[in-house]
């Protein structure tokens, strides 16, 4: 059964900083993009940062660009989001997320994830 599990959510100050982690579980991602989703409440599921299976190319949203990291450990089968500057805004439950392509090297903000993990609550407070 492949699992994507999420960790490192938290609450945080405005300003602040967290890092999520995702490890992945029966199955590699290694040559797969891996991502990350939030869903703030009342609103729809949207994209944050996706990485390529080789790290060369990334894709964030607008909202967070410049304060959001996405970085992966294919030997780990890990993904992860470094998050500073955390805005208020920056509210939701985060989602790891996978897909079933093969060596796929671009990226764009139509990307579709397979698989998910049950997501890592995040609350910054103003």
């Known amino acids: 059964q492949v699992q994507l599990v999420e960790s490192g959510g938290g609450l945080v100050q405005a300003g602040g900083s967290l890092r999520l982690s995702c490890a992945a579980a029966g199955r590699t991602f290694s040559r797969n993009i891996m991502g990350w989703f939030r869903q703030a409440p009342g609103k729809e599921r949207e994209f944050v940062a996706a990485i390529t299976w080789g790290s060369r190319n990334s894709l964030y949203a607008d909202s967070v660009k410049g304060r959001f990291t996405i970085s992966r450990d294919n030997a780990k089968n890990t993904v992860a989001l470094q998050m500073n500057s955390l805005k208020p805004e920056d509210t939701a439950v985060y989602y790891c997320?996978?897909?079933?392509?093969?060596?796929?090297?671009?990226?764009?903000?139509?990307?579709?994830?397979?698989?998910w993990g049950q997501g890592t609550q995040v609350t910054v407070s103003s």
């Open positions: 997320a996978a897909d079933n392509s093969f060596l796929r090297a671009t990226l764009n903000s139509q990307w579709k994830a397979d698989y």
